[in-house]
């Protein structure tokens, strides 16, 4: 499928789908282009909305650069979720019982996040390589086990002095919290979008230009002809599991360090299963993720804003994310299935 | 009732494999369809039973012209296809196996459907026990029930890919029994084969496809010299090659045992010297892949030693085999060999595996224009594996084996290849074991094994049947042999 007809086909699937968003507010009685708008305003209206919009930026893109790796080693990394959490628990667990200076807490928490993702996905990566457990069933089976553990963490070893509530554990002291920069009177996550922009171009690098990526690539597409070359495939499928998970973890920390500056149960806010999506929107380019998961958390920040106003709930916003993903990986296969010149063969079954 | 193709196109990219094919046969007529490997024979079957679509052409069954986008369609209209691996689901029952695909979507009726099962079969003349597994089956058991099948189905033409592959002589001969009854009772039977022998048993009328084309039709009985000759369009000479004094044994097989599904080797003696070139002949699955697969290291032998150079690999790894000099290239080329998505320059840069951890891409680029250069790539730096013909991806295979291999394992170097490819392939592997590399290749081509081995290791039903010179043998000896017989 040639580019221009990739990019015709990703335009007319969101004009699609933001077609289907109008059509639905009109059935649920609300006024379409008001709520439309008040997506974009909710999200960067102005710059206080923006930085909030950043914020939720960095985590997605974290998760999702890692995803772009797993998906290049042919894995579909269902795991991330849980990932992105054990993270954050690790991350937390350096916040609360290491004290220090910022300056050293906030490094450390970063890799402690990124080993303990990097350690849920080995084990995920672990049963497919040696327990031959599917990645999508070992990983989904490890994201209830983790989103398990947090809540377990929260009402249990960790709940606030005297209550046990599932709103969180106790705030951290401020040395674990991931500073942020004023500026234009408002507060800019910088540490958090220089760790997602970075990741970005970091897998970007190891993709495009190293021999590494290429073999990654290779295993990805074709196993069983990388192993006969030489390529020791278990470990490179180990390694971008590990990648993966590392980049996924990372997002946990920013989750709890610059976002919640807590442990709460719900804290990877589904930013690993929306990650997936990004990441199949942007047709597995590392490049592309980042406006697409712009766009995502735009959407996903400003439809708080739909309750609100007008009194839609805000899973509107997901039902939107969810719709363009539909209709854009739609669009794109009827373009591969009827745009193309050559005749490719049926599969047999 | 009358079959007929006509004007049928099929692209595949830059190949043609079908050209234009036009091609009428009448009732109650076993029709031969003849060509080499490669020549297009597949590609129309598939296309007549729904499998493929083809770009252009009609096909018209007793005056209507068929919609066939689907296999079912095929089935529909009376077109049924026996695979050289029939379509058998094996962990099911043989009465499961025969209800799969009839008409009705909810109710199976099983009481139903074995009366059916035992009165086809029984017309037939097939014996099937309805509650067997057809995992027990033999490969000959397993068509006489897709045949049952289709036959129940309704079919009017039945279409036989390469049938002979894989059965015993006893099934054969029952095989060409039923296919003559099923012409007697009226059917359009295609009988597709590259086995001159088998077309002039059996078949009435023959058509002959090369590059796509029809380039003959005949009734039978028709002389062996005019089929091979509109086959292959011209007569081959073998040449003798130039005798290159072999060196000292490299590899040495000693009582190797080995099993690999209906695979048992036992033991197995075999010494290979540096600069021999070894033929492995004989039916698909008779061994010869096993035999390949342990001396590349992916089949560990039940017992017995392998030696490379005096070095023990019995026990070794797949890829302590690579690093001792061992180099394999699978039949499957796309599957089993190159990585679908990757471009030439990526699959060399692979294939040299210096440890630089940043790849310069400039210099890469460079050496995949030397390489598609030398070995005569059709083909860009960029383009991916896929892309190429299948001459061209042998190509790219044969540019990324090492400089330094001492053993050569090849599985049917030039199978689907075209005359000018497969002679270029062979170029590259004389050349290479001039230079002292030893090759082992399986083939199913007598006139390649005949040309190129030194010795000749004839497999027959997984066992080693007999090994000969390449110089004191010939092609109908070498056919005896595969069929498991001494030349009388």
Known sequence: MTRSLRLTATAVGFVAALVFGILLLIAIGAPPFEALGLIVEGSVGSLSKLSVTLLAWSPLILAAAGLVVTFAAGLWNIGVEGQVIVGAIAASWVARSIPGPVWAVVPATIVAGAIGGALWALLAGVLKTHGHVHEIFGGLGLDFVAAGFATYLVIGPWKRAGVASTSGTDIFREEAWMPEFEAFGVSWPVLPVLLGVASVIVVWLLLRGTLFGLKLKAVGSNTYSSYLRGIPTNRYLLGAFAIGGALAGVAGTVQVTAFHHKLVPAISGGYGFLAILVVLLAGFSAVAIAPIAFFFVAISVGSTQLDLRLGIDSAFGGVLQGVIVLFVLLAGGWAAKYGSNTLTPRKEP | ?488
């Open chain 2, 1 to 488: 009732m009358s079959l007929e193709i006509r004007d049928i196109y099929k692209h595949f990219g830059p190949v043609r494999a079908s050209d234009g094919v036009s091609i009428t046969i009448q009732e109650g007529s076993l029709h031969g369809i003849l060509g080499e490997n490669g020549a297009g024979k597949s590609t129309l079957m598939k296309i007549l039973s729904g499998f493929y679509s083809a770009d252009s052409g009609e096909v018209i069954l007793n005056g209507d012209v068929l919609d066939l986008s689907s296999p079912a369609d095929a089935i529909a209209a009376g077109i049924g296809m026996l695979h050289q691996d029939p379509l058998v689901f094996l962990p099911m029952t043989v009465l499961d196996n025969f209800a799969l695909g009839s008409p009705g979507t909810v109710r199976l009726d099983r009481t139903e459907v074995r009366k059916e099962l035992e009165r086809v079969s029984s017309e037939l003349g097939f014996e099937f026990d309805p509650s067997r597994l057809a995992r027990s089956l033999t490969i000959g058991e397993r068509q006489q029930l897709s045949i049952t099948r289709l036959m129940w189905l309704g079919a009017k033409v039945l279409i036989f890919d390469e049938p002979t592959t894989g059965i015993s002589a006893t099934q054969r001969l029952q095989l060409f029994d039923t296919l003559r009854k099923l012409a007697e009772h009226g059917l359009i039977v295609l009988f597709v084969s590259h086995k001159l022998e088998e077309v002039e048993d059996l078949c009435d009328s023959v058509t002959v496809i090369r590059q796509g084309k029809v380039v003959y039709e005949a009734e039978m009985p028709v002389p062996a010299e005019t089929l091979v000759e509109k086959m292959f369009g011209k007569v081959f000479v073998v040449q003798g090659r130039e005798a290159v004094p072999l060196g000292q044994p490299v590899l040495r097989l000693a009582n190797i045992d080995l099993k690999e599904d209906t695979t048992h080797l036992e033991n197995l003696n075999l010494e290979v010297a540096s600069g021999e070139v070894v033929g492995l002949a004989g039916l698909e699955g008779s061994g010869q892949r096993a035999l390949l697969r342990a001396c590349a290291g992916l089949l560990e032998p039940a017992s017995g030693s392998l030696e490379l150079d005096g070095v023990s690999l019995t026990k070794a790894s797949y890829r302590g085999h690579l690093a001792a000099g061992v180099h394999y290239l699978p039949a499957g080329r796309l599957e089993e060999g190159l990585i679908e998505g990757i471009s030439i320059t990526e699959h060399l840069v692979l294939a040299s595996d210096d440890s630089t951890f940043f790849i310069d891409w400039k210099a890469a680029r460079k050496v995949a224009e030397t390489e598609i250069e030398d070995y005569s790539i059709k083909g860009t730096p960029s383009s991916s594996a896929e892309d190429l013909s299948g001459g061209n991806q042998q190509r790219l295979l044969l540019s990324m084996i090492p400089d330094e291999v001492k053993l050569l394992l090849l599985e049917h170097p030039t199978r689907g290849l075209d005359v000018e490819s497969a002679a270029y392939v062979w170029t590259r592997l004389l050349a290479r074991r001039a230079e002292g590399t030893s090759v082992i290749f399986a083939s199913a081509d007598l006139d390649e094994l005949l040309r190129y081995s030194d010795r000749i290791v004839v497999f027959f039903a997984g066992e080693v049947f007999a090994v000969r010179d390449a110089s004191g043998t010939d092609g109908e000896e070498l056919g005896y042999l595969i069929g498991g017989k001494e030349r009388v």
